[in-house]
C-alpha cells in the first residue's frame, strides 16, 4: 500500500490520479489532500478518499470542511509527512517549486505533472534529488514515454525525439493567427487538459518546456532532443539508439497512464479506466517536420532555456503572465512570443543561481510582463 500526498487534486491532473487511485483500491491510500478554490469538488475528495490532512486557500474561513480526523496541513508539512511514500504534484505554475523541493530534500518520491517546476529550476531541482536521494517521476506524457523507452537500456542514445499535436491552430493560416480567440485556443485537437497548459500546446510553448524538462530530467544533450509534429498523439515520443533502433511509446491519448506508470514504477497492473489503443479500426500515424514560423514561443523558449540560470524562471513566469493576459482578452495570441520577449530582453540575471534568485526571477518575470501591456 503506497501513501500518496497529492498536490492540485481538484485540477485535471488531479482528479485524473485520483481515478487511477479509485480503480486501483488494494495500491494505494491518500494520505493527503492540497487544492486551490474548488471547495466542493474538495469536499468530495475528501468524503471518498478519507485523507487525514487537507490543504485549501484561506482554510480559516472553510469551517465545516473537514470530517472528524481530518486536520488542515500547509503544503510543507504535508509533503514532508514521514508517513508520505509518494507526493504527486499536480498543481501548475510556482506554487509547486516549494514543496517540491521540501519533498526531494526529505528524500521523497515526487511524480512530478508540474512541468514549470523544472523549466523554472530544473538545474536546482535535480541537484537536490541527487544530493538527498529524492526521486523525480515524470507524469508528462512525452517525458514519461522516454522514460518508458529507456528502461532496460544503458545511455548509448542517439537522440530524444519529442511528438507535438501542433495545438489547436496546427491547421489555421499563419495570417490569421492574430485573430484567433482564446475559446479557440482551449479547442485542443486531441487532449483534454488544463486551460494553461492547453495555450501553451497551440502556441508550443509548452513542447520547448517538454524539451527543458528531457533536458535537465534525463540528463539530455540539447542538439540530441528533436520535436517532430504528430497529429495524432499516439506516438508519445521516441528514442533513438547508437545502432539506430528507435523504441516509441503508444498509447491513447490519455493521462491516466503515464499517471498510474509514475504511482507504480516499475509495476505495471491492469486497470479498467485506462482506455486501449484499437488497432482493429484503419488508422494512420503521420509525422511532420516542425515549421517554427508558425510557433514563434518554440525557438524563443528553447533559446532561453538554453541560457539556463535564473532565465528559464523568467521565460516561465512572463509566459503564465501572457497565456493569462491571453485568456482574459487583454493581448492578442500572437503578442504571447511578444510579451516573453520583451520581458527576457530586460533582465540582468544576477551572478548567482539559488532558490532565491530564482524566485527573484520569477516575481521580476511576473510583474515585468503585467507592464508589457500597451507598449505595442
Ligand atoms: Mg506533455
Not at 511524480?111 to 534529488?129: D, F, H, P, S, Y
Request: one cysteine or more.
Amino acid at each position: 500500500m503506497k501513501r500518496l500526498v497529492i498536490l492540485g487534486s481538484t485540477g485535471s491532473i488531479g482528479r485524473q490520479t485520483l481515478d487511477v487511485v479509485r480503480h486501483l483500491p488494494n495500491e494505494f491510500q491518500v494520505l493527503g489532500l492540497a487544492a486551490g478554490r474548488n471547495l466542493s469538488l474538495l469536499r468530495e475528495q475528501i468524503s471518498e478518499f478519507r485523507p487525514s490532512m487537507v490543504c485549501c486557500a484561506e482554510p480559516a474561513e472553510q469551517d465545516g470542511l473537514l470530517p472528524r480526523g481530518v486536520r488542515f496541513a500547509s503544503l510543507e508539512e504535508m509533503v514532508q509527512d514521514p508517513r508520505a511514500d509518494l507526493v504527486v504534484v499536480a498543481n501548475t505554475g510556482r506554487i509547486g517549486l516549494l514543496p517540491v523541493l521540501k519533498a526531494l530534500e526529505q528524500g521523497k518520491a515526487v511524480a512530478l505533472a508540474n512541468k514549470e517546476v523544472i523549466v523554472m529550476a530544473g538545474e536546482l531541482v535535480t541537484k537536490v534529488a541527487r544530493q538527498h536521494g529524492g526521486t523525480i517521476l515524470p507524469i508528462d506524457s512525452e517525458p514519461s514515454a522516454i522514460w518508458q523507452c529507456l528502461q532496460g537500456e544503458d545511455r548509448s542514445i542517439s537522440r530524444v525525439i519529442l511528438t507535438a499535436s501542433g495545438g489547436a491552430f496546427r491547421d489555421r493560416p499563419i495570417e490569421e493567427l492574430d485573430k484567433v480567440t482564446p475559446e479557440e485556443a482551449l479547442k485542443h485537437p486531441t487532449w483534454k487538459m488544463g486551460n494553461k497548459i492547453t495555450v501553451d500546446s497551440a502556441s508550443l510553448m509548452n513542447k520547448a518546456f517538454e524539451v527543458i524538462e528531457v533536458h535537465w530530467l534525463f540528463d539530455i544533450p540539447w542538439e540530441k532532443i528533436e520535436v517532430v509534429i504528430h497529429h495524432q498523439s499516439v506516438v508519445h515520443s521516441m528514442v533513438e539508439f547508437a545502432d539506430g533502433s528507435v523504441k516509441a511509446q503508444l498509447s491513447p491519448p490519455d493521462m491516466r497512464l503515464p499517471i498510474q506508470y509514475a504511482l507504480l514504477y516499475p509495476r505495471r497492473l491492469p486497470n479498467e479506466c485506462i482506455p486501449r489503443l484499437n488497432t482493429s479500426v484503419g488508422s494512420a500515424l503521420t509525422f511532420q517536420p516542425l515549421d517554427t514560423r508558425r510557433y514563434p514561443c518554440f525557438s524563443l523558449a528553447l533559446e532561453v532555456g538554453k541560457r539556463g540560470g535564473t532565465y528559464p524562471a523568467v521565460l516561465s513566469a512572463a509566459d503564465e503572465v501572457a497565456v493569462e493576459l491571453f485568456l482574459n482578452r487583454k493581448i492578442k495570441f500572437t503578442d504571447i512570443p511578444k510579451v516573453v520577449e520583451w520581458v527576457v530582453e530586460q533582465y540582468v540575471p544576477p551572478a548567482e543561481t539559488t532558490l532565491e534568485t530564482i524566485l527573484a526571477g520569477d516575481a521580476w518575470g511576473r510583474q515585468r510582463a503585467l507592464e508589457a501591456v500597451g507598449v505595442w
